[in-house]
């Protein structure tokens, strides 16, 4: 299994970047998908979730409203759309995919290698 991230870069507060993740993964579908982030010298944190049917998203409180998780099972893909970015949402940004676990801790068993995401004020 392998989960590749892309779309980090650097953009002003306020700007938008769409983050995407590509699984190659059997029954991808059946996954749930998550994306979590980790700033310099902090832990691990959880960002937004979405179930396998797409019929449950959780996000964190820090990004609700900003912050959008979607998913393309066709294209074994899932996106996280972020706009009105904040300097405070600088960090790596990781997927993570479970068939099991849906939790905001950082449990997931698959992980992607994660996508710098730069905001400047």
């Known amino acids: 299994v392998q989960l590749q991230a892309s779309g980090g870069g650097l953009v002003e507060a306020g700007g938008s970047l769409r983050l995407s993740c590509a699984a190659s993964?059997?029954?991808?579908?059946?996954?749930?998908m998550a994306w979590f982030r980790q700033a310099p010298g902090k832990e691990r944190e959880f960002v937004a979730a979405?179930?396998?049917?797409?019929?449950?998203?959780n996000y964190a409180d820090s990004v609700k409203g900003r912050f959008t998780i979607s998913r393309d099972n066709a294209k074994n893909t899932v996106y996280l759309q972020m706009n009105s970015l904040k300097p405070e949402d600088t960090a790596v940004y990781y997927c993570?995919?479970?068939?099991?676990?849906?939790?905001?801790?950082?449990?997931?068993?698959?992980w992607g290698q994660g996508t710098q995401v730069t905001v400047s004020s």
């Open positions: 993570a995919a479970d068939s099991q676990y849906y939790g905001t801790d950082p449990k997931w068993y698959y």
């Open positions: 993964v059997r029954a991808f579908s059946s996954r749930a």
């Open positions: 979405n179930r396998w049917n797409g019929g449950s998203t």
